[in-house]
């Protein structure tokens, strides 16, 4: 799914049912919902039940996770898009990611199979996330990592050929750190282009775009705006 990014370099999401989600704003007045040319508005139903990618249940949990979680692929229409992995090998019982080799975590830990693998392992580990099936099947999944040869496995319980779609759900996004309550809270690394900062339950949270980031969609029709700037992009 494409995101349409307009903002420079805040994005701040409030709670209101009268704003439409990713609607941009301009003005100069004080409070949560002020805007500048530098700020983008978005509208979110509710408050988020989780920061949790992988615990995410309700249309504002979905959101906050495309934003603070990158995914393995994308999709446009029927066609599956790179993400953090550039290329992939499938099968009826499972892919071979190779992940991209410029990718950082919020947190300027280089992304590395290992990680991208653990994020994944706890998506579908005994204590399932709620998605897990829609992308992984009945059968569930190990996933491993080779990090000398840049790729993660995932090795399915039992055939399922939509094993690439699912990964395209933000609930499939991948967290750099496995910490349960610094995920709730928003707090672990990521791999989107944003970080949480103020949040104010029941009327904002403050996402800040990263200038490290560099996974950037590609898709053939890319939406109105401008991406944020990358100052330490070379």
Do not use: H
Not at 39 to 49: E, G, H, I, Q, W
């Amino acid at each position: 799914m494409a995101r349409s990014i307009r903002s420079t370099a805040v994005l701040a999401a409030s709670l209101t049912a009268a704003l439409l989600a990713g609607c941009a704003t301009t003005g100069s007045g004080g409070g949560p919902g002020a805007a500048t040319a530098d700020t983008l508005t978005m509208a979110l139903t509710s408050d988020p039940n989780t920061f949790d990618p992988a615990k995410g249940s309700a249309a504002s949990d979905y959101q906050v996770a495309g934003l603070l979680y990158e995914t393995l692929v994308r999709r446009e229409g029927d066609e599956v898009l790179p993400g953090l992995a550039e290329s992939w090998e499938v099968s009826p019982d499972g892919a071979v990611f190779t992940l991209r080799d410029d990718v950082t975590c919020s947190d300027g830990t280089p992304l590395t199979p290992s990680i991208a693998a653990a994020s994944l392992q706890r998506f579908a580990g005994p204590a399932a996330a709620p998605s897990a099936p829609q992308v992984f099947g009945p059968g569930g999944a190990t996933i491993t990592a080779d990090d000398a040869a840049g790729t993660m496995t995932v090795q399915l319980g039992a055939p399922w050929s939509d094993l690439l779609y699912g990964l395209v759900i933000p609930q499939a996004g991948i967290a750099c750190s496995t910490d349960e309550a610094a995920l709730q809270a928003g707090q672990a690394p990521g791999t989107g282009p944003y970080t949480l900062g103020a949040a104010q339950r029941g009327a904002s949270y403050m996402f800040t775009a990263r200038s490290d980031y560099t996974v950037e969609p590609a898709y053939s029709e890319m939406p109105d705006g401008r991406r944020p700037p990358r100052s330490s992009r070379t």
